[in-house]
């Protein structure tokens, strides 16, 4: 009898010490929390654990893992999975307005005009969300246009369309390479990378230089400063500008760098002023480096996380960071600590099967870590949550009213979560497109709108107006697919993509062994959602062949839309080689392979204008050739940047790396052409 009363006890003190455990634990979890000596940051840097909570998990359960695992836990989950992930072979960037109710119009939002001559009508890089400008490779303020041309920056005096002239060049140094632009007032600020070896992007870090260009004629260096790890993103807003770089931690000798260069000169990141959230675990170093434009003389801020990013969204007031990873289920090495009592925990061993709660199941996870806009520009940590999915590009998140709504995917199919201001879950949609991959999504209002694939396209309309419940419309089902998707009006959707052909292979009993599709074209449509739970392609136009190809597939700011003009317009690259994607592979991976094999001979690169409207759909006017493989090998990182065009006033200009032509809009006459290419 005392022997059983001695067990009792000692099982009461084991649960009464796991349940403290769980409550110091889970309140410690997702604080944020600073390095505090050199020997916890050489920790991180080698991905070892500076916290006892996992290793005290695993011991306390690991007899119960036993039961949990060997002999009697039966049953199992086989899954297949695509183990690209899309950011890797997909470059994230911009294109509309956030947030937008539906009563509004929809236009192409764009970034803060420089304060040029207000007379005049032009065009601005296509971003994402309202006011909040985005770096790219050209910017025009209506009387000059700024652009890249390999290791130059070029300013060109665009004020007499018939006689445009280079007023200047920014000239790099040796290994540094201009990335991306941002043209704030009479401030440009150029973004470069800087190689520490002969291979481009390796070890690379970040210069961010900014220039007082009031006079076009002599640009004038007001602040410098380099960041150690490579570029990633930048935004401007209300003349802040936030400059995002990541990549991994780095040893000077025997010590972890934790430095930066402003001015010439090295600063040090306090120890104290490299954070990280408690529960995760990286060896990569994210800085946040902010710029009052304004005051652009006055030192940078740097902030330091230890974060690895593999997508980024930024609003008005917010700054999200994703990290995207494949996870194991822990319950196939330890079961949490609160399965293991009561009376789940007494019979859980006999009766338990994996279930399907997003933290639980193993997969891709998404890690979402949001910073406040602090209202003098200044960048604080908010929260942090975790959600099983994983999203495709920037395009994938929106903020309404605060909170944050999030496209995602996995083999389960794709759906929509929604989160408050600190990142707690309010509400999440079923399932679409099981076992298909999501191929682009957009967010217009209470609306959102997901493209998947396999060898058919399914455009999917989901309601958010009830956070708590937001649910699938509606659903259309074309050929091909959509990579970007663009807001014509409230009710109209343009959809950028490929053209495919289904082929059905069958065995000699006739039944099917495999199911493939063959790109055949570009595409672009025009969908029809006034009726939201019957989706209509109202519209489309195929463009050239299977070895046709364009920026825009992977880069919305390579669009040129104007929704008043009647005009869209796109460049098109053609190579020599075809592709083939089927469902038994990576469908987005293969093809996007082709898209971003920028060293593959091609035939031609070229500037495709067309009218849009709601009557008469798409209408080619015509193209504007800019290179040929006779005179041109393209070459993304030492030769071409990809095309963009801009219109000012009548006028429309395409800009290359080695040109910049001058065509009349209406009739696409050539006016001028202005080789920039030394």
């Known amino acids: 009898m005392k022997k059983k009363i001695a067990i009792i006890i000692v099982c009461l003190i084991l649960v009464a010490s796991a349940i403290g455990c769980c409550f110091l634990f889970k309140n410690d979890e997702l604080e944020l929390k600073s390095v505090h000596s050199e020997a916890e940051l050489e920790k991180l840097y080698k991905g070892e654990d500076t916290s006892a909570r996992d290793i005290a998990t695993y011991i306390f359960t690991l007899p119960f893992s036993i039961f949990y695992n060997y002999p009697l836990h039966f049953s199992s989950r086989v899954q297949s999975f695509d183990y690209d992930i899309m950011e890797d072979a997909v470059p994230v960037t911009n294109s509309s307005k ?8 929809v236009s192409s939002p764009t970034s803060p005009s420089s304060g040029s001559t207000e007379t005049k009508d032009y065009s601005t890089t296509n971003i994402q969300v309202e006011n909040v400008d985005e770096a790219d490779i050209t910017k025009t303020d209506g009387d000059y246009i700024y652009s890249i041309s390999e290791t130059d920056v070029v300013i060109t005096d665009v004020r007499n369309p018939k006689e445009i002239k280079i007023a200047s060049r920014i000239q790099s140094g040796t290994g540094v390479i201009p990335e991306d632009m941002i ?41 410098s400063y380099e960041l150690d790890q490579p570029y990633y993103t930048s935004r401007c807003i209300n003349n802040m500008l936030y400059v995002l770089s990541s990549g991994y931690l780095k040893k000077d000798g025997d010590k972890i760098k934790r430095s930066y260069t402003e001015d010439g000169q090295n600063v040090e990141i306090a120890l104290e002023n490299i954070k990280y959230v408690n529960k995760i675990k990286t ?11 304004n005051n652009a003389s006055q030192d940078v801020n740097v902030n330091a996380y230890l974060l690895n990013i593999s997508n980024a969204y930024v609003s008005e007031n917010s700054i999200y960071l994703l990290e995207q990873k494949y996870e194991y289920s822990y319950r196939r090495y330890a079961p949490p600590v609160s399965s293991l009592f009561g009376l789940a925990g007494a019979i859980g061993p006999f009766i338990y099967e994996e279930d399907d709660d997003d933290n639980d199941s193993y997969g891709y996870h998404t890690e979402i870590t949001k910073f406040d806009i602090q209202n003098d520009g200044s960048v604080t940590y908010s929260a942090n949550t975790k959600i099983k999915g994983k999203t495709i590009n920037q395009y994938s998140l929106d903020e309404l009213n605060g909170h944050l709504r999030v496209a ?50 399914p455009l999917f309309v989901f309601d958010l107006k009830d956070e708590k419940n937001p649910k699938v419309l509606g659903e ?8 970007y998707l663009h807001p014509y009006d409230e009710n109209h959707l343009i959809g950028i993509g ?6 059905v ?20 449509a025009l969908f029809d959602v006034t009726d939201v739970n019957n989706p209509v392609q109202m519209s489309e136009t195929i463009i050239g062949d299977r070895r046709t190809t364009s920026a825009i597939l992977t880069n919305p700011k390579a669009l040129l839309f104007s929704k008043e003009r009647e005009l869209i317009a796109i460049p098109v690259n053609n190579y020599s080689e075809d592709v083939e994607i089927g469902e038994e592979s990576s469908t987005y991976s293969t093809a996007i392979s082709m898209y971003t094999n920028y060293s593959k001979p091609y035939i031609a690169e070229g500037y495709f204008v067309y009218n849009i409207n709601l009557e008469e759909g798409f209408k080619l006017k015509g193209t504007i050739k800019h290179e040929s493989a006779t005179t041109y090998k393209y070459s993304y990182y030492k030769n071409s940047k990809l095309l963009r065009g801009m219109y000012i006033d009548e006028n429309l200009y395409t800009v290359s790396e080695t040109a910049i032509k001058v065509n009349k809009l209406d009739t696409l006459e050539q006016v001028s052409e202005l080789k920039i290419k030394k």
Do not use: C, W
């Open 98 to 105: 956030s947030g937008l109710a539906l009563d509004e119009a």
């Open 183 to 223: 043209l704030n007032k009479d401030k440009l600020v150029v973004i470069y990378a800087k190689s520490t070896s002969s291979s481009y992007y390796y070890n690379s870090s970040t210069i961010v230089k900014v220039y007082n260009i009031a006079s076009r004629e002599r640009p004038v260096l007001l602040k």
């Open 283 to 293: 060896t990569k170093l994210t800085t946040i480096a902010t710029l009052d434009l």
């Open 408 to 457: 995602l995917y996995d083999n389960d199919g794709a759906r929509v979560a929604i989160f408050d201001e600190k990142l707690n879950q309010i509400g999440v949609s079923n399932y679409v497109a099981k076992g298909e991959t999501m191929y682009s999504s957009r967010f217009m209002g209470n609306k959102a709108y997901l493209v998947t694939y396999r060898t058919m396209d």
């Open 476 to 483: 259309l089902h074309i050929p091909g697919y959509s990579t």
């Open 498 to 503: 490929m053209q495919t052909e289904e082929i």
């Open 505 to 524: 292979r069958r065995n000699s009993m006739g039944q099917v062994t495999s199911t493939t599709a063959s790109v055949v074209g570009m595409k672009m």
